[in-house]
């Protein structure tokens, strides 16, 4: 509760990471944050990303998890996400891209998963730098 009270004070987005909780992550989403920007970082719940997407002023971040061959379902939900809703980050030092998969991840690295989600989603890398930029521009304020 403090960290969505001093998003509220600061009027800084809310970034929060949830890992097997889920449920209780977005019940207290829903109940306190309303009227925040809320960044889902290292998104992991695949399976609830319409529910999250419902909400027009919450980002969803993809780490270099989603580049794993078995990360099928990371790799839908960041298809499923409008550009402008999407975020792409290191969560450095953990969660290096599959090219480098095995040492310690660092924020370099993010243009590893940023050409894997192009790839994805089937744009160039340069139209999804653009976007993302716009995304992050959004989700922070500048």
Known sequence: MAQI????????PLVIHTRAADDDTLELLDAHAVGLRVILHCFS??????????????????AGNCTYPKA?????A???VPAQRLL??????????????????????????A???????RVSYAELERSIE???AAAFGW
């Not at 009270?5 to 800084?12: F, I, N, P, V």
């Not at 290096?96 to 310690?104: E, L, Y």
């Not at 050409?115 to 989603?121: G, K, P």
């Open 88 to 113: 792409v980050e290191t969560d450095a030092p953990y969660l290096s891209p599959q090219p480098v998969r095995g040492t310690p991840n660092q924020p370099a690295h993010v243009v590893l998963t």
């Open 72 to 76: 099928d379902d990371l790799r839908a």
């Open 115 to 121: 050409q894997a989600v192009a790839v994805l989603r």
């Open 45 to 62: 719940m695949a399976d609830r990303v319409d529910e999250c997407l419902a909400h027009d002023d919450w980002w969803l971040s993809f």
């Open 134 to 136: 716009d995304s992050a």
């Open 78 to 80: 960041a298809l499923r």
């Open 5 to 12: 009270e001093l998003a509220r004070t600061t009027g800084k």
